[in-house]
């Protein structure tokens, strides 16, 4: 008994720890394009795929000895290679800067928040059988712009702010047969989508309240993800001097992430108020309905990708030398509504390619011929468009994956430091505003072999 609630501790505290923090993060970022759809959508992978240009669907961790055992939740179907217990979670440092066209200006904000955590295990590692599940921001609304303009020799300043997001809580399952693995990822989304319009009416001889337009809604419900690979050999060779067995694979992914129907609430309210030391107070309230029902339709989401890679075996394990992939997404974001009101979306679809390689994993001569060297880029087009142009997004990501040494020969716990740099831009010429980002992922992942029976009591 005592060794069942040592497990659970160690399955369940660190979790709830990061958990609050992760609930309790609030964003600092200030992107006026998250007050379209559901806010600025955040990547659905771990930070290994995020230093290889986003690769996900033809990705797979835990396979090999040199790359540790991130959780890709971007596709469950990895979740059957699973030979270790693991804790994976991961933080990032994003900083953004909005520029004006016209008037000529910029705005540079910096932001610090979780990006996911996640626990996996396998069932029956001799059966590729694992589960996962964790929480993660799917995405984030976080602006508040100021806008001054005159009107009959007059000055009005609108402010216009928004908060929330989407947040998801995934269970898992993932099972393979020889090459060929599936999965899926079920549990819940929910979400707050919190923004007012104020405005503020100076004149020389006339008194204005000020008055205030806003909507609060909350929302959730189940959604479903399912993902498959299909490994094969394309090539093998022996090299009997080193006594290593060199294969070439292919892998094939893909995964859908199906439409949704969320239900919900939304509060709308119109007003007049003025500001006080204590916080806005309310002078008369023009129009008030509380908690109409209804429902956010979130649209199908497809990837599908391919992966090059190269693997060398002896008596010491299987290690991945190199990979390249690249990927294709989409999602039909016209197919959106909010409580039944559609948004300034378009479909929306993106390109990614990555690369992975690592110098000498085989003889492992120096700690940095066991280091994992990553690149990539994506190129796509955005799924909000304000202002009827589209905003065309592209991107470069590099990063590491730096293992860290057991204490000592007899330890079985396992760490890789994760390291990921995303320097970005959405928007273009045609576009009166655009975007520019640097976002500094750090993914840990933490593993340990339990459930091994002693040899020696």
Known sequence: MRSVRLI?????????????????AKAQENSPFSRYGLGDVSPGSHSISRAMGGLGAAYADGQVNNVGQAINFANPATYSSFFMVSYDLGLTIDSRTLRSANPSDKFTSNNFYPTYIAF??????????????????ASKINYSVVERT???????????????GLNQLFIGLGKKWKGFSI??????????????????????TVFYYQSNSASVGNFSGAFLHTGFQYDFSIAENVDSKAKVINKYWVRLGATANFSQQLSGTQTTKRETFTQSASGDITIDSIYKVLDVPGTVEIPATYTAGITLHKTAGNNRGLFELWS???????????KYKYFNQSDRLVDSWQFRVGAQFCPDPVAGRNYWSNVNYRAGFFVGKDYVNPDGNGLKQFGFSMGMGLPIKKWNAYDRQFTVLNTTLQLGKRGSNVNNFTESFAQFTLGMSLSDLWFQKRKYD
């Not at 390249?324 to 016209?334: F, I, L, P, R």
């Open 8 to 24: 659970m501790g160690r399955i369940f505290l660190p979790l709830l720890v990061t958990g609050c923090f992760f609930l309790d």
């Open 120 to 137: 996996g295990a396998p069932i029956k590692s001799k059966k590729n059988l694992g589960f996962a599940f964790g929480l993660r921001p």
């Open 150 to 164: 005159r009107i009959a020799n007059d000055s009005l300043g609108t402010v216009y702010e928004g908060s929330g």
């Open 183 to 204: 999965g899926f990822n079920t549990g819940y989304n929910f979400g707050r989508r919190e923004i007012s319009t104020k405005k503020t009416f100076l004149n020389d």
């Open 324 to 334: 390249v992939g690249a990927e294709y997404t989409s999602t039909q974001w016209t």
